[in-house]
């Protein structure tokens, strides 16, 4: 989530190695969590620094000699590898416009808080409705 989520691609680590058998272990993995990335999340936290809605993933083109011109279906293909964020928010419109057609979701339900109300006398009475 961190690595991908939030960008943070220098927390990226390899999930095996033919000549290292503890990579990719539980123990690595939580070595790694515990002692590098957590500590730089926390200090980003302090700052005032973390990142407020996740990053787009960038597809990253290897580096590989070309012979000749692209031409016009490798450019397209690289356009497509490659977005910004305001394509993907543009795209998550669209995708909830359509959730919302189709009755999976409704725009209220972003409105709502993240924990429920207690459950006491003062929902007696009270109507829900449920998609």
Known sequence: MRVLGLGWTEFATRWSSQGDSS???VAHLRDLLINTILP??????RAN???????????????VKQLGT?????????KKSLFDKD?????????????IRAG???????????????????LVGKRLEMA
């Not at 730089?40 to 936290?45: A, D, T």
């Not at 620094?49 to 580096?63: D, K, N, R, Y």
């Not at 394509?87 to 959730?99: P, Y």
């Open 40 to 45: 730089h999340e926390k200090n980003q936290e």
């Open 23 to 25: 990579v990719g272990t």
């Open 104 to 122: 999976i979701a409704d725009d209220v339900e972003r409105m709502q808080p993240a924990t429920a109300p207690p459950f006491n006398q003062e």
């Open 49 to 63: 620094q973390l990142p407020a809605e996740a990053q787009p993933p960038l597809s990253v083109p290897q580096s």
């Open 87 to 99: 394509e993907l928010e543009r795209k998550v419109d669209i995708a909830m416009e359509r959730r």
């Open 70 to 78: 692209a031409d016009l279906d490798a450019v397209d293909i690289e």
